[in-house]
């Protein structure tokens, strides 16, 4: 089994890279819509855990369903991080997490693809979105075998303070900056794909109703007609979604 959270599309791609036939890949996003905290896997079943690294750590809502979760007859656990830069701390973070609950993390690799922070500064489109989506399908190539032969590897750990990060994380996950332009449609996407379930159409404009959110920007990446900003800064960027979601 997976079980995968995705903003704008990467962390699925390479979800869907890693499974194999007969395996369940399962969003973790909509087990919260369901309320479904129930992990069971049957013998010799592996887990995956593939998701975006915010702020060098894990998203908090992968955090938030992780221990809630009730994972039962976990052989073999295995994370791969998507990231536009390095994942910092995330793979320490949640080792930390999962082992709270008794469950060990045998492997994990980062995985650098396109960087969809927009939020926060220009990101690339074109060629250099190209050549990343071309080097993770290598790079998942190689974990896919490692996985198979239930390989055990950590590295990414790196020397930033997870409580620092988890701290700024926290200060960013205000949803106040957003704001949908008069171009927005009223389409409704928006609130259909926010897995923080922080938006809601009020006279055919989205309105974010919780303080907070994940921060995983599909929302304003994913607007087809770009109406969604996020402050003064975001109507001059370009908007990423992978192009295989
Ligand atoms: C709020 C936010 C914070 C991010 N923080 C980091 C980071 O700390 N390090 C990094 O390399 N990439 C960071 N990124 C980039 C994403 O992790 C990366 O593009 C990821 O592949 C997106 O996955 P997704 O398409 O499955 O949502 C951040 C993106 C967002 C939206």
Redesign the pocket.
């Known amino acids: 089994m997976i079980l995968y959270f ?7 791609y390479a979800a869907k890279k890693l499974i194999n036939e007969n395996e369940r890949l399962v969003s973790i996003a909509e087990l919260i819509k369901k309320e479904e905290y129930d992990i069971e896997l049957t013998d010799n079943e592996k887990l995956g855990l593939v ?6 750590t894990v998203p908090t809502i992968v955090r938030e369903f992780l221990e809630k979760a009730d994972i039962k007859n976990s052989d073999y656990v295995y994370s791969v991080i ?7 701390q995330a793979s320490a973070v949640l080792k930390k997490i999962l082992l709270a609950k008794d469950i060990k993390l045998s492997y994990f690799k980062e995985l650098l ?5 927009m ?2 500064y220009q990101i690339d489109t074109g060629d250099k979105v190209k050549e990343r989506l071309i080097s993770a399908d290598e790079k998942l190539k190689t974990i896919k075998e490692d996985i198979s032969q239930k390989k055990t590897t950590l590295t990414g750990d790196s020397s930033f303070s997870a409580s620092l990060l988890e701290k700024m994380y926290r200060l ?1 996950s205000k949803t106040k900056k957003f704001y949908a332009e008069d171009t927005c449609t009223g389409c409704g996407l928006c609130e259909r794909n926010c897995p923080s379930q922080a938006i809601k159409l009020k006279n055919n404009k989205p309105v974010w109703k919780s303080e907070t959110c994940c ?4 929302c304003i990446n994913r607007c087809p007609v770009n109406a969604i900003q996020y402050g003064k800064q975001t109507k001059k960027r370009n908007r ?1 979604v ?1 192009p295989y979601l």
């Open positions: 995705s903003g704008t599309g990467n962390s699925l998701f975006p690294v915010y702020f060098y998507t990231c536009g830069g390095g994942t910092g693809m396109p960087d969809n922070g939020l926060f960013c921060k995983c920007s599909a990423y992978n």
